[in-house]
């Protein structure tokens, strides 16, 4: 049974392998469609326990110059 999947491997190979394998990357997001993608990247960063910037989970933490605290980056910090 052959595996259908591979094709791809096949066409960045003939590109010159994966050093040059953003070309197909980006016109394989282009082909994609927006919710193909949405879900791709959901299950890539779960399973691979990855946060992802502006979706629930992601949290930015960052350091008070003055109280030297640290605070969640989308919330209002007070010094105490």
Known sequence: MKNERQII??????????????????????FLKTDQIV???EYFAANHDIAIPGYPGF???V????????Y?????????
Do not use: A, P, R
Not at 16 to 26: C, I, P
Not at 72 to 80: D, F, G, L, P, S
């Open 39 to 41: 879900e791709f990247v």
């Open 9 to 30: 491997y096949d066409l960045i190979e003939q590109l010159g392998g994966f050093e040059n394998s953003t070309v197909v990357l980006k016109d394989l997001i282009k």
């Open 59 to 61: 949290e930015e933490y």
């Open 63 to 70: 350091l008070c110059m003055d109280c030297q605290d640290t």
């Open 72 to 80: 969640e980056i989308n919330e209002t910090h007070t010094c105490k």
